[in-house]
């Protein structure tokens, strides 16, 4: 085995074990499955710092794509009608992403809810409305920017993705976010978050600081569902000064 594929795997078993895998089932699959990429920088330095530079990351295996939608288009073929792990059981669409192939700014949920479900679009709920109501606090649109999950069936119940559903899916989140190579990305409550930071923090001490994915700055804020829920003027104002400081920063780092 080569030295970065035996690096990139080990990194994978302890992502792994982060999420708290314990058994491996191998199995063969019926086509050739894209390979797990490693999911995580190294923890970062320090919860406020951005990691350097605004730029788009070097450690990314492959160099960005010259067209992000073909990529996409690609990424969801090698998804297919897929079987991989349990969620696929109750759901209705695979919930790919939407948005921008070119989106400066990504947002990355945690899985599909039911209207989602039903219609094969992320954030189209009552919780998409909240969304599309704090891109457009921040001068943004729904088309500008591209929303996907961690997983893209949805969890039965609205339950949270357990650990073996995530790894086996969010390899493809991560190819959805090497196409676009977005600026910044927003991370919306601790399942998202906790995946993509591979940090064990609830999204109440994660949000408001800076994190970094590949290179790419990362803040987390609270899912608008949990807005929803507890619709106060503190946890409002959280969410706007983190989408505005997410804001700032794609400015900053220019087109
Ligand atoms: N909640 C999510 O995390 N994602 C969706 O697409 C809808 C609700």
Not at 97 to 104: F, I, K, T, W
Not at 129 to 148: P, S
Not at 229 to 253: P, Q
Request: net charge neutral; proline share 9%.
């Amino acid at each position: 085995m080569s030295a970065p594929l035996e690096r990139d795997l080990a990194e994978w078993l302890d992502y792994l074990s982060v999420l708290g895998v314990r058994e491996l089932r191998v199995r063969q699959a019926a086509a050739p499955a894209p390979a797990p990429a490693p999911l995580v920088d190294p923890p970062p330095s320090s919860s406020c710092s951005a990691q350097g530079s605004l730029g788009i990351s070097d450690e990314f295996a492959d160099p960005p794509a010259a067209d992000p939608a073909a990529r996409l288009a690609e990424i969801r073929q090698d998804i297919g009608d897929c079987s991989r792990c349990k969620l696929h059981q109750g759901r209705t669409h695979i919930v790919f992403g939407v948005g921008n192939p070119r989106a400066r700014l990504m947002f990355v949920g945690e899985g599909p809810g039911a209207e989602e479900d039903a219609r094969g679009e992320p954030f189209v709920g009552r919780a998409g409305k909240k969304l599309d109501e704090m891109i457009a606090a921040i001068g943004l649109r729904r088309e500008d920017v591209y929303i996907a999950n961690v997983v893209k069936c949805r969890p039965p119940g609205n339950r949270d993705p357990e650990p073996d559903e995530i790894a086996t899916c969010s390899p493809f989140l991560v190819r959805q976010i090497e196409a676009i190579r977005p600026r910044v990305i927003v991370t919306l409550g601790s399942p998202a978050a906790r995946t993509l930071l591979r940090a064990r923090a609830g999204i109440t001490q994660l949000r408001g600081t800076w994190h970094s994915f590949r290179g790419i700055p990362v803040m987390p804020t609270f899912h608008p569902a949990y807005l929803l829920r507890s619709y106060t003027l503190e946890n409002r104002r959280k969410v706007f000064e983190d989408l505005k400081a997410a804001r700032e920063r794609m400015d900053d780092a220019g087109s």
